[in-house]
């Protein structure tokens, strides 16, 4: 499984729902559909858009660019007005700043995934993210290709601007300000930047027991939404061990996130690992509240893909 389909566990446990279905919400008017760009001029080569994920990853880790998703779905009539104003030498110039991905949003695969995880409610929706598919930012609905592209170069500057602020709260000496810029970190998907900062607040001596399990669930979060499974365990064994050693009414919550972080990282695994890591969950935390999604997913293993066992 990939960092992309990772979303921050420590919302997920209050949230516990999958994003709403798309639906077709066009943000122009359909007078302005199909407009073409006037006083554009010279010839421009045709975007080459990606049709999947990971080429389209490396491909903008090579060049150093941003990746421009289109989001679209066979019934959505704006998502093909969109994509007249693809084809006008305007955008066509625009777009050789990026990598641009197109993704079927129901094909139950790699575009389903990614509209989960930019967060696109209604299509089209175009996201713009980077090679390590940290969430930039999103354009949803239709708009001629000058209004979009500059809506997109906003979007763009706006993160900029977000990222700078983030780097000055990371080098704060509050740790509530650090511990922001690591929450706000995650919630775009940069779990490599915000384990950083929440290994350097673990690592403060008189960061208080409870603390210090809640900031280890976030750098385990962390470390499964950057695809670092192996030091995710460690971190987690390591908050359980603190957690163990914990008393008081908040254990009950501590013991909550962990368990949904050891679930979470069970999906990772091989079908036979995972069918041995879901058993010694359930017998290690028979009375948890996620013990009746691990039994459903142990037996739904155990009659498929990992039948043969043992």
Do not use: N
């Not at 001629?144 to 704060?172: C, M, N």
Request: hydrophobic share 45%; proline share 4%.
């Amino acid at each position: 499984m990939t960092a992309a389909r990772r979303r921050p566990l420590l919302a997920a446990l209050v949230a516990l729902a999958s994003l709403a279905t798309v639906a077709a919400l066009p943000a122009a008017a359909a007078g302005d559909a199909g407009k073409a760009q006037s006083g554009d001029a010279g010839s421009v080569p045709a975007p080459h858009w990606y049709r999947q994920v990971e080429p389209a990853l490396a491909a903008a880790e090579a060049a150093d660019k941003l990746v421009l998703v289109d989001l679209y779905a066979d019934w959505c009539g704006w998502c093909k007005q969109l994509d007249v104003e693809f084809r006008t030498p305007h955008f066509a110039r625009w777009a050789q700043a990026y990598v641009l991905l197109r993704v079927d949003t129901e094909d139950g695969g790699e575009g389903s995934a990614m509209q989960a995880h930019v967060g696109a409610r209604v299509l089209p929706t175009l996201a713009v993210i980077d090679a390590r598919r940290v969430r930039v930012g999103l354009v949803q609905g239709y708009e001629p290709a000058l209004k979009l592209t500059r809506a997109l170069d906003d979007v763009v500057a706006a993160y900029r601007d977000k990222r700078r602020r983030i780097e000055g709260q990371a080098a704060s000496q509050d740790r509530a300000t650090r511990l922001a810029a690591a929450d706000e970190l995650r919630s775009i998907y940069d779990g490599g930047a915000a384990a950083t900062i929440y290994r350097g607040v673990l690592e403060e001596p008189e960061l208080p027991a409870a603390d210090r399990v809640r900031v280890g669930a976030a750098l385990t979060d962390a470390l499964i939404m950057s695809g670092d499974f192996e030091a995710a365990h460690r971190s987690l064994g390591e908050a359980r061990r603190v957690v163990a050693e914990t008393s008081g009414s908040s254990r009950v919550l501590l013991d909550r996130i962990l368990d949904g972080l050891t679930l979470e990282l069970t999906q990772d695994l091989g079908d036979c690992d995972q069918v041995a890591e879901l058993e010694t969950f359930l017998r290690q935390h028979p009375s948890s509240s996620f013990a009746s999604r691990a039994r459903s997913r142990l037996d739904h293993l155990k009659s498929g893909s990992a039948a043969g066992c043992t």
